[in-house]
């Protein structure tokens, strides 16, 4: 019973998309004078296989449905992609792993998240694949073990910006702010005379969203300070409380809701409502990572000549909040076909496959020999300004990755904070007390 309970669950929850290729009335049978006939009689040669693959709907990439279409055609490889709501992705991915029924192919954050998956014990080991030796940034991808348990798509990830509509941006007269008074004067510049226009929206329905701003903030405006602040959370000789930074960031985030800055509805809305409110101009501003652009341009077909970006100037510094980690694709030990999902994982990580998904989300891709295509601008000039010239810091998350399993636990708190039914005190309480209980139960050195 509780297994068909589970089933009926995630059935609920998930959005399976099977592209299947090459199915017709010919039964694979060639036309006269067809030129595939010869494609069509090697793919036949190949042992069709299925292999699944879960992702969450943050993650997801129409390009995805190309590279499956071609691994259908090339290889007779049909690729299932399951793709799940953001705020139920980790708990699902949880519970899957724990009932040992698990999908070929998990994408999540690495080496992010081999916390939470516990890769060591229950994901493949990748490290001998031959795709390894092509890795750019190899390092990065490396659990403590020393070994590598996802496959990555970039070589570097999340970079904490505000992504805005050029045209409000010019027909208001603003320019990108110095310092975060300035920012607070350019909220307010939209909100009197913008006609309308949310000055920046949020998506709190993906809690996902909600948490970038005081995961961003927070490494920030502690400065020299970061490192031995999460040494001390991580040994319990600080608490959540005992960081005044901790709640400052909170309520500057919780300002711009206090002062009518973001819109009213934003308990219901998710990161597709934010990102079309802004392609249309009825809003100027998001707080989100890169691949916002892409999505922009290629879901909302934005004119990527009014995308602009800047750096949230949090406590007057110019430093941005960028991730240790990438987007990665592993396999699980229990996974019924692990051997068809390392060759799917091969096959995605040459340039024929890779190319196609950076030609429509432009990057910096995690192969040396893949082409990361043309990168929007508004990218490259964060790339050039911060990540190369090391002004940069790494986002809350990363450092803290030992507590990663009960994160969106923390993402509601800001959501409900937002709504207005909790204070920036009530959030450090709270999660003061699910931080310790959680550290007790996995046996945390110091707790």
Same mark, same amino acid.
């Given at each position: ?22 199915? &017709? ?13 010869? +494609? ?17 709907? &943050? ?103 505000? *992504? ?14 110095? /310092? *975060? ?63 005044? +930074? ?14 009518? *800055? ?31 652009? &892409? ?12 995308? &602009? ?43 024929? *496959? ?13 192969? /040396? ?79």
């Amino acid at each position: 019973m509780k297994r068909n309970k589970f089933l009926i669950v995630t059935m609920a929850l998930v959005m399976l998309l099977t592209v299947a290729c090459g199915s &017709g009335s010919n039964d694979g049978q060639a036309e006269p004078g067809d030129n595939s006939a010869s +494609e069509s009689a090697q793919t036949d040669e190949k042992k069709a296989m299925t292999v699944s693959m879960m992702t969450s709907q &943050g993650k997801y990439k129409e390009t995805y449905k190309k590279i499956a279409e071609k691994l259908k055609t090339e290889e007779n490889i049909t690729l299932e992609i399951q793709v799940v709501p953001d705020d139920q992705y980790y708990n699902l991915v949880k519970t899957k792993i724990s009932m040992k029924e698990v999908p070929d192919i998990i994408m999540h954050n690495a080496p992010s998240e081999y916390v939470t998956v516990n890769a060591q014990k229950n994901m493949e080991d990748l490290s001998n694949e031959p795709w390894v030796e092509r890795l750019s940034n190899p390092n990065l991808l490396k659990a403590e073990d020393g070994k590598i348990y996802a496959m990555p798509q970039e070589s570097s990830s999340f970079y904490a910006a505000i *992504y805005y509509n050029k045209k409000v941006f010019e027909d208001l007269g603003l320019s990108e702010p110095k /310092t *975060y008074a300035e920012f607070l004067s350019l909220l307010e510049t939209i909100k009197s005379k913008g006609d309308g226009i949310t000055p920046i929206y949020m998506s709190n329905k993906d809690s996902w969203t909600t948490q970038i701003f005081v995961t961003a903030a927070l490494p920030v405006l502690l400065g020299d300070k970061a490192e031995e602040t999460w040494e001390g959370l991580l040994s319990n000789k600080l608490k959540w409380a005992d960081i005044p +930074e901790f709640k400052q960031a909170m309520e500057l985030f919780q300002e711009l809701y206090v002062k009518g *800055y973001t819109n009213k509805d934003h308990v219901t809305q998710t990161f597709d409502n934010a990102k079309a409110a802004l392609a249309e101009g009825k809003a100027a501003m998001v707080f989100n990572g890169e691949w916002t652009v &892409g999505d922009l341009i290629n879901k909302n077909e934005m004119n990527p000549d009014e995308i &602009g970006a800047f750096v949230l100037p949090f406590g007057d510094q110019d430093i941005i909040a960028t991730g240790a980690y990438v987007q990665g694709f592993m396999v699980p030990k229990d996974a019924k076909n692990v051997e068809g999902a390392k060759k799917v994982l091969e096959l995605w990580s040459q340039p024929d *496959y890779m190319n196609i998904y950076f030609a429509e989300n432009p990057g910096f891709p995690g192969f /040396t020999d893949v082409d990361g295509g043309d990168v929007h601008p508004a990218i490259k000039a964060l790339e050039d300004n911060y990540i190369k010239t090391n002004k940069y810091v790494y986002q809350l998350n990363d450092p803290m990755a030992a507590a990663s399993s009960i994160f969106p636990d923390l993402w509601t708190l800001y959501v409900d904070m937002a709504a207005g039914s909790k204070t920036p005190d009530d959030v450090v309480k709270a999660w003061d007390k699910k931080y310790e209980d959680f550290m007790n139960q996995i046996d945390q050195p110091g707790f």
